[in-house]
């Protein structure tokens, strides 16, 4: 099924899909758009992380630089798939 190829090629680190029929985009488009759970998380990061220089935490997790990393690029593939980084489910 199309919708599961692409959430396994999306948990490998991939944020793209060749469609071959016009019909496919809109599957793609949906299992590539972050979850308005992950554009959250990835807002509450960059909150901390823009904040100061210190250690820092967010729900518990440690936040460096890679984490930091992440959470900017689940907010870039968030406005370039034109979705709202406030967007509820």
């Known amino acids: 099924m199309l919708s599961d190829d692409v959430a396994y090629a999306r948990r ?10 016009p019909r496919q985009v809109a599957a793609v488009h949906a299992a590539m758009t972050p979850s308005a759970d992950l554009v959250e998380w990835a807002q509450k990061v ?6 100061d220089g210190s250690a ?9 630089k890679p984490v930091v990393d992440r959470a900017r690029a689940i ?7 034109g979705s709202s980084p ?3 489910p």
């Open 46 to 51: 960059m909150a901390v992380a823009e904040s």
């Open 56 to 64: 820092i935490a967010v729900d518990g997790q440690m936040i460096d």
């Open 12 to 21: 490998l680190g991939m944020t793209a899909k060749l469609c071959i029929h």
């Open 86 to 88: 406030t967007r509820q």
């Open 75 to 81: 907010l870039a593939d968030a406005q370039c798939t």
